[in-house]
């Protein structure tokens, strides 16, 4: 079950009721939220044609505390509030003088001013040893994590970019479009661009998604997959000639393969033991049962048997592929999809 995201609620409701706090954390995959609210920070604290006296944008690299302080410090101008974005600076690997001079700040942070500290291509990753640091942060600062929406969420929201677009597009295939190109919205926004200006009816169909959509590489592999599964070598051969292409390293293939090949067994497993589709989507955190109908249509075409030598085979080739210099990888996943198409029941 996902667990309830308490501090992006609460930041939903300082925006709407204007009690926007001194200091924010924003992290987490979901890039476009992200985006989507810091604009509406900017918005709400900085008013149009006065950005350059009110909104500074400072990046981490080389970033000092006194700067940062000095900038926190500067006054508003024409308006109760500054904002100052700060990209990928790492709390958590300055030295101890800087990090002293960052808890003094955190701690009396000037109430007109609203620091956000953005990781974006840094990765957040809190040390619990700087007991000191977690404390400033813990009673200061609002540490808002972007995950990717729920299913309800994502599906109307979908719903709604294509009405934009004066297109339609029903529950489920709003669920094969996150299926093929993923559950992110900073993806996702691209795709429905290109699928709407394409689509000649005003409904969005699963054809209109598969002529133009770029799938993701978990879409891309469970096709290769299902192709073994179904004994179509030449085009399982042909979507793994694609990805190649596409300069994708065959390390991330076979372990996308890896992945679905268990998850294929997982359900082979369900099915030997009279377990559902809802068990399938508990057991590996889906938010849609899209996937978890696919799985198991798959997992129909095999046995057990088949599955676990199947995952076998690729834990000994990402095995030789991560020992092994000068192997011809690609080659050997080539070799694997003949083995695991000659050994299929």
């Given amino acids: 079950m996902k667990k309830s995201n308490e501090a992006f609620e609460k930041l939903k409701r300082d925006l709407k009721e204007g009690t926007v706090r001194c200091a924010y954390i924003f992290y987490g995959e979901e890039s ?8 509406a920070l900017r918005k709400a604290l900085v008013p149009a044609g006065f950005e350059e006296f009110n909104y ?7 970033l000092t505390v006194q700067t ?4 926190a ?23 101890e003088e800087q990090r002293e001079k960052l808890i003094a700040l955190l701690e009396d942070v000037p109430p007109y001013c609203c620091l956000v ?11 619990r040893t700087m007991k000191k640091l977690m404390k400033a942060l813990s009673d200061h ?21 294509f009405r934009a677009l004066d297109k339609d597009i029903d529950r489920q295939t709003a669920e094969y479009l996150i299926f093929t190109c993923g559950d992110l919205m900073t993806g996702l926004v691209p795709e429905i661009e290109k699928i709407g200006a394409y689509a000649k009816g005003k409904t969005i169909t699963q054809k209109d998604i598969d002529a133009v959509a770029d799938p993701v590489l978990s879409a891309e592999v469970f096709r290769l997959s299902d192709a073994v599964l179904q004994g179509q070598y030449d085009k399982a051969a042909g979507i793994l000639g694609d990805l190649l292409k596409m300069q994708t390293e065959p390390i991330l293939i076979l372990a996308a393969l890896g992945s679905q090949l268990r998850r294929i ?30 799985l198991l249509t798959a997992a129909k075409r095999t046995t057990a048997g088949w599955c676990a030598d199947a995952v076998r085979q690729c834990q000994v080739l990402d095995r030789r592929m991560k020992s092994e ?3 011809d990888a690609a080659g050997e996943l080539k070799l694997l999809l003949v083995r695991l198409g000659a050994g299929r029941k």
């Fill in 32 to 39: 476009y939220l992200r985006e989507y609210y810091l604009g």
């Fill in 56 to 62: 500074h944008r400072l990046e981490g690299k080389d």
């Fill in 68 to 71: 940062l302080a000095e900038a």
């Fill in 73 to 95: 410090e500067a006054m508003p101008m024409m308006t109760e509030r500054t904002l100052i974005v700060v990209t990928d600076f790492d709390l958590f690997k300055l030295g």
């Fill in 117 to 127: 500290f953005v990781y974006d291509t840094l990765e957040y990753k809190p040390n």
């Fill in 141 to 161: 600062v609002e540490s808002v994590e972007f995950r990717p929406a729920d299913s309800r969420e994502l599906t109307a929201w979908i719903a709604r970019r």
């Fill in 265 to 294: 067994y997982t359900a082979r497993m369900a099915i030997d033991s009279g377990k559902d589709k809802y068990w399938l989507m508990e057991l590996w955190g889906m938010k849609f049962d899209y996937p978890a109908k696919a």
């Fill in 325 to 327: 210099k000068g192997m």
